[in-house]
């Protein structure tokens, strides 16, 4: 089923309040029609034929009954008809139109004769005109019919008088229906212009063009909102798609490179140009850093997923620790940079083991990658507030102010030809940040050039 659009069910709204608002208004007009001219035009004819029946009861058909009549005939569109024969009242004479046409019917003049008010509305028998009246008896002092009054008038002439306002009416309506139709148009612009410009953006950043943005000049509503939203979100996947292009760029470089030395070394022992024995061993050199190379970008992707494969127990730190450091003392002992332990035996952690040592060994070994000879190594670790905190303090060749907020980006380098000549894929401290992450850990990283590197660990202590 085809859905309606926003701007068509707009629309479609406005043209319903507008048919509403005429439809009330043409109910009204017949309300006050019915109620402000007719009902009280027949309450007018009541109130003058009593007063009428009133007089002729004190008076009977005196000069001043006539004096009144004539003064209500004047002052009024009606019509007057007064009698005070009863027979003429039974046979209908006096209610003839002079046509021969009756204006009452005989069971009304029977309750005329009852002594009883009679009200007609109804269309005249020839003249094809509605008409209303008021049929008034006159009962003597004894309580007998004496005569009767019937005042009537055309609701012609009350159309008259009620077409005035009504035009008023109409162009009042007319007025109130063009402006809910600008203003509909108004919030039409308002409503749906926002939404077809977020519409374009969503379009683009569809078909992968993350550039567009929405611009809306207007006050902070929820439109400005879901705009700066929808902005933010395509700068977020802007700078998600340049990190993709840039990861793929630099995996593609770090792979090039080893493929491109063994490719290289391998030709030069095809040919002769290269001993076998020194060849074989950069090949397997560079068959390693391939590896490391692969593992560390499993590792990242693992790590980045959503899904938690932590297997976490609760451990000795300092045991953990001192596991990591046996790992790479032969490295450390080879350039004569001692390691230098100060740590909590009561710590305990709940942490992944495999997970944990990784965090470290990668964390000394770019320490000693980047220290000299002698400078030492430091290790602490200490529980402050509920929380484990290492301090792992090296005195090597430090890190550029702008690049410390690089170090832990995808294939980022201080010095590449060092880090690349030393083994390193440009992963370890990207690998460092998800791991203690995802063990609900901080990572804090300071350094100085040319005075060292301090790298600042936490996790939150084992609560039994």
Avoid at 217 to 231: G, M, P, Y
Avoid at 380 to 391: F, M, P, Q, S
């Amino acid at each position: 089923m085809k859905s309606i659009s926003i701007k068509k069910k707009v629309w479609t709204g406005i043209g319903l309040t507008v048919l509403a608002v005429m439809v009330l208004s043409s109910l009204l007009i017949f309300f006050l029609y019915e109620r402000l001219y007719v009902d009280q035009q027949i309450n007018q004819f009541e109130r003058e034929g009593q007063a009428l029946a009133a007089l002729y009861k004190d008076e009977g058909l005196t000069e001043g009954f006539y004096e009144f009549l004539h003064w209500s005939e004047e002052t009024s569109d009606a019509r007057y008809v007064v009698t005070e024969d009863p027979m003429e009242l039974a046979g209908g004479a006096p209610f003839e139109d002079g046509f021969g046409e009756e204006l009452i019917s005989f069971d009304e003049r029977q309750v005329l004769l009852q002594g009883q008010s009679v009200y007609v509305r109804r269309e005249h028998p020839r003249f094809q005109q509605e008409l209303i009246g008021v049929a008034i008896p006159f009962i003597g002092e004894e309580g007998r019919l004496e005569g009767a009054v019937f005042i009537s008038q055309p609701l012609t002439d009350l159309y008259e008088l009620f077409s005035n306002v009504a035009w008023w009416l109409i162009l009042i309506v007319t007025l109130a229906g063009g402006f809910i139709l600008f203003m509909g148009s108004r919030l039409t612009k308002q409503l749906v212009g926002p939404l077809l410009k977020m519409k374009q953006v969503a379009e683009k950043m569809e078909s992968g063009d993350f550039s567009a943005r929405i611009q809306l000049v207007r006050s902070e509503d929820e439109f400005v909102l879901l705009a700066n939203s929808i902005n933010q979100l395509a700068y977020s996947l802007d700078q998600v798609e340049s990190n993709r292009r840039v990861f793929l760029a630099n995996v593609a470089h770090e792979l090039r490179t080893p493929l491109s030395y063994m490719i290289g070394y391998m030709e030069g022992m095809e040919e002769g140009v290269i001993d076998k024995k020194k060849g074989l061993t950069v090949l397997t050199q560079e068959a390693n850093r391939l590896n490391r190379l692969v593992t560390d970008l499993l590792d990242l992707a693992q790590l980045e997923g959503d899904g938690d494969t932590l297997d976490r127990h609760p451990l000795v730190f300092a045991e953990l620790i001192r596991e990591a450091v046996d790992t790479v003392l032969i490295r450390a002992d080879e350039k004569c940079i001692p390691i230098q332990l100060d740590l909590d035996e009561a710590s305990i952690v709940v942490a992944d083991r495999d997970r944990m040592k990784q965090v470290f060994i990668n964390v000394l070994t770019n320490a000693i990658a980047y220290s000299d000879c002698g400078h030492a190594i430091t290790i602490t670790l200490t529980v402050e507030d509920g929380r484990a905190k290492v301090v792992v303090k090296d005195r090597g060749f430090g890190i550029p102010e702008k690049d410390v907020a690089k170090v832990t980006e995808r294939f980022f380098r201080v010095k590449r030809g060092r880090s690349r000549t030393d083994g390193g894929t440009g992963l370890g401290l990207s690998i460092v940040q998800e791991i203690i992450a995802k063990h609900n850990g901080t990572f804090q990283l300071d350094s100085i050039e040319n005075e060292g590197t301090t790298i600042v660990l936490t996790l939150a202590e084992y609560d039994e």
